[in-house]
């Protein structure tokens, strides 16, 4: 990413106040994100699965067989489906299928494990109802993802054929190394350790549905895994990818030199964000097909 490129991104991005409430988080964020154009071959018609609301994600053309969950980021407090749709359409669009982007229960309002528990009962009325499911998610969402996958291993649910995390936020007891970056434009460690401590309530931020990076990972299905060398969350990453690898999981690593947090959101402005987003939907297509 050249040094212009790394500046027009920054320039997008703001970086919220520490103790903000959170009707005032959600009102920016989900304000901001939530207008984002998604392209007139997008139609979007609310649904449910397992009593958990979402939207479903149908782009024109897209008639491949199978779905995509995404699991909208947001540190568990902010996002909606809508603002998932943001990367659902493109992602759909890629790989010439539909997806569904949920809106699981957030914090404070909900804590761990609701959204979880939402997550796993949507994926499993998926599962049930035939479909080829695969993951998605960024953020929070990244770890939501995998959370979802040990909750459906823990409880003999069949596993997704393949999960895609964009800059996922894998470890709430916020140990990376480079949690204490100076270089993210979005995120500092006190931006993550508010909204961590209210998605936890009392729960131990070493539970691997919490933070999935301490878990056995064997038996996962295939991941690819997206981040940018420029945020805070760059060691949740490479420390997933080393630990999914140690328990022989096909797992993929796509580092973006200067790219910032969830860099993908930039699709249409920055090349690396279109290429990002090309590799996870020939990832994504080449699991469906099994």
């Known amino acids: 990413m050249s040094r212009e490129d790394r500046a027009m991104a920054r320039g997008l991005l703001e970086r919220g106040k ?9 009102a920016d964020f989900n304000g901001r994100f939530e207008a984002l154009p998604l392209g007139d071959d997008v139609t979007l018609t609310p649904c449910t699965l397992a009593g958990v609301p979402g939207l479903d994600v149908d782009v024109d053309g897209a008639t491949g067989d199978g779905v995509i969950l995404y699991l909208h980021g947001g540190a568990y407090a902010v996002g909606t489906a809508r603002t998932g749709a943001n990367l659902a359409a493109p ?25 979880v528990d939402d997550a796993l009962a949507a994926y499993r009325e998926l599962v049930a109802s035939g479909q080829n499911v695969v993951l998605a998610g960024d953020s929070a969402g990244g770890g939501l993802a995998l959370a979802t996958l040990l909750a459906a291993r823990r409880a003999g649910v069949q596993l997704p054929a393949g999960v895609v995390l964009f800059s996922p936020w894998t470890d709430l007891t916020l140990s990376g190394a480079s949690m204490d970056a100076e270089n993210d434009p979005l995120f500092t460690r006190a931006h993550l350790a508010e909204p961590a401590a209210q998605y936890l309530g009392d729960a131990d931020p070493r539970d691997e549905l919490a933070s999935p990076l301490l878990a056995d990972l064997t038996g996962l299905p295939p991941l690819l895994v997206q981040v940018g060398s420029a945020e805070i969350l760059l060691d949740d990453s490479l420390r997933l990818v ?45 699991r469906l097909a099994g």
């Open 91 to 115: 992602l759909a669009r890629r790989v010439g299928v539909p997806a569904v982007s949920l809106e699981y229960r957030l914090a404070p309002e909900h804590p761990f494990p609701a959204a």
């Open 18 to 26: 520490v103790g903000q409430p959170a009707e005032e988080l959600r």
């Open 242 to 286: 080393a630990r999914a690898a140690a328990a022989e999981v096909d797992v993929s690593l796509d580092v973006v030199a200067g790219a910032p947090h969830v860099f993908q959101y930039f699709a249409g402005m920055l090349p690396e964000a279109d290429e990002a987003l090309d590799h996870a939907a020939a990832f994504l297509k080449a």
